[in-house]
């Protein structure tokens, strides 16, 4: 939770909701706070932050503000009059033309104290114009399905200028693309993609060259798709388009580059990219990787934790010392974890300084520091600096050796709060991997307070999962009790639907948390290994991660496909 927000008396809808006891007045106060904060429209917030329904709160917006309500499943989208209102106003005040009657232009919105949407509008079409309520989540895939329908196709841009431009020539040599040069379809399809990436909410952006054919793909709920195949004559113009807008040196090839770029996205929601380029056989391959500060950060509540395990965590984090380690594979949601603690803690009263690589998610309030080895701003030597800047939380990207491992240890044993990630496959095997990297075990034992281990598994699409049966014996086998078994276990798979990709939308932690007890710590100083550790954490009662993602599977969170996918060794 970031600094505290001044009280707002609940207005307009806001009042609304809690009259009809869909909101209390202090969870509306905060809601209203903290979407001024982001500069985000109240309705937006309350659906993207799943406080309510976004039926619900069309029903109420529609009564209190007297305007009709109309289900957007029913509009058929190929006809409306996109011609008239630029895409760019669509995008940023989430609002979309549905109709025209005559002088009178009808507009969908969620939010009908969107006055600006609609006077920007009548600026811009000189027509007048009435707002028409729709529920926000349908908006946003109206909008989304009308504006990539609209898009220039690749196909048209080859046919119109890159075809014609480059023939059938594909000397790489002879095919660069010079910086000076404005290159527009180049320029329309690199960014089509990029606003494609964001509507998918893709994670990264592959752009890979190879002998025969280019590729691009997008990461979705960690599983790369592929999205088009744009024709080898033009993938140096595509990479060096990329290379351009990330500030990078477009004419060296040989060695691997690092850049960022930022994609404006309406008033006040910019979306970054980290962008890395590494030559191939065949060419440079290029991988952005989205960095959506507003979309990467979630409550703890949301994470996917177990009452039980929520309740270790939050107790750990509200201690004033010790450590606590977050630890699992590249891309399994360690950051995002690590700042809902620090969302949490960051208050005006309290000094959090973070230093990562690179800083992925920025918070007002907390000092993020980005490493950089080739200056000497290493781990551990932001550590050092921390420990000299009077702070009470520290916050260190990962621990890779043991000089960072003894500072982290050190501040946590000396008054410090201390957050920080691992590699490693579980939580036993992490305090194993500190003590072979170096750190005695009696430090370890004291400074310890929770490790967890986390992956994330793809959720089940709601509108389209089946219930599948299993085989008594393979459910045995798969890991649940004869009890869930006797009890009705209903499992579900995954079918695919327009709204979802191959029958997943978003994703659900699985976690491991482990509360490092006395008995844990005695097992530590006597030189115990992981199995030692991981025994004694089954007999206190701690859930391995897949106990705790079947779990999930028994809840409909997921299917046993999936969480076979990420948990079988």
Same mark, same amino acid.
């Given at each position: ?37 982001? %500069? ?202 990329? =290379?351009?807008?990330? $500030? ?11 850049? %960022?770029?930022?994609? =404006? ?108 080895? =080739? ?89 389209? $999962? ?5 085989? %008594? ?48 710590? %005695? ?27 079947? $779990? ?18």
């Amino acid at each position: 939770m970031a600094t505290e927000a001044p009280t707002i008396n609940p207005a307009g809808l806001a009042r609304r909701l809690v009259q009809d006891g869909l909101l209390s007045e202090k969870r509306a106060q905060t809601a209203q706070a903290e979407a001024n904060g982001r %500069r985000q429209p109240f309705v937006q917030y309350l659906v993207e932050q799943k406080v309510l329904d976004s039926h619900r709160i069309a029903v109420a917006a529609s009564e209190e503000f007297g305007v009709p309500l109309v289900d957007l499943l029913a509009v058929d989208l190929l006809n409306v009059p996109m011609d008239l209102v630029d895409a760019r106003l669509v995008r940023k005040h989430r609002a979309l033309p549905l109709f025209r009657r005559g002088n009178r232009l009808f507009v969908a919105v969620s939010d009908p104290t969107n006055d600006r949407a609609l006077d920007e509008i009548r600026f811009n079409t000189d027509l007048s114009v009435s707002a028409i309520l729709v529920e926000d989540d349908k908006l946003a895939n109206a909008i989304n399905k009308t504006l990539q329908a609209q898009d220039t196709t690749l196909s048209d841009l080859i046919d119109a200028d890159l075809g014609k431009a480059d023939g059938a020539d594909n000397d790489a040599e002879n095919n660069d693309a010079d910086p000076n040069v404005d290159d527009a379809p180049v320029v329309r399809y690199v960014n089509k993609i990029l606003l494609d990436a964001i509507n998918a909410a893709a994670s990264d952006v592959h752009f890979e060259p190879y002998e025969r054919y280019f590729r691009i793909r997008f990461r979705q709920d960690g599983v790369l798709h592929e999205v088009a195949n744009p024709p080898l004559n033009i993938a140096n113009r595509l990479i060096a388009r990329l =290379k351009v807008m990330s $500030r990078m040196n477009i004419a060296e090839r040989r060695i691997p580059q690092d850049g %960022r770029l930022k994609l =404006k996205l309406g008033y006040s929601h910019d979306i970054d990219f980290r962008v890395n380029t590494l030559p191939t056989l065949y060419g440079e391959k290029v991988v952005l990787r989205i960095l959506d500060s507003a979309g990467s950060t979630v409550g703890v509540d949301n994470l996917g934790m177990s009452p039980k395990q929520q309740e270790i965590f939050l107790r750990a984090i509200a201690r004033p010392y010790g450590m606590i380690l977050v630890t699992g594979p590249t891309g399994s949601g360690k950051t995002v974890t690590l700042y809902s603690a620090l969302n949490i803690l960051n208050e005006i009263g309290v000094n959090i300084s973070t230093v990562e690589d690179p800083v992925e998610i920025q918070v007002p309030g907390i000092n993020q520091v980005n490493m950089n080895a =080739k200056t000497g701003l290493t781990f551990a030597a932001a550590l050092r600096a921390f420990l000299r800047q009077d702070p009470d939380i520290l916050m260190v990207g990962e621990i890779r050796d043991l000089e960072t491992a003894e500072i982290a240890v050190k501040a946590a044993q000396t008054g410090h709060l201390v957050l920080s990630t691992l590699h490693t496959n579980d939580a036993p095997q992490s305090l194993t991997r500190l003590a072979n990297m170096g750190v005695a075990p009696f430090n370890i034992a004291s400074s310890v307070l929770v490790i967890m281990a986390q992956r994330l598994a793809r959720k089940l699409c709601l509108h389209c $999962r089946e219930a599948e049966e299993l085989p %008594r014996e393979a459910l045995l086998a798969e890991g649940f009790t004869e009890q869930e078994i006797n009890d009705g276990l209903t499992l579900y798979k995954a079918v695919g639907c327009e709204r979802c990709t191959e029958g997943y939308k978003g994703r659900v932690g699985i976690f491991q948390v482990v509360e490092v007890s006395e008995a844990m710590g %005695r097992t530590i100083m006597e030189g115990g290994n992981s199995l030692d550790l991981a025994r004694q954490a089954a007999q206190e009662g701690y859930l391995d991660l897949r106990q705790s993602g079947l $779990r999930q599977v028994k809840n409909g969170i997921t299917s046993l496909l999936e969480l076979n996918r990420i948990t079988r060794d």
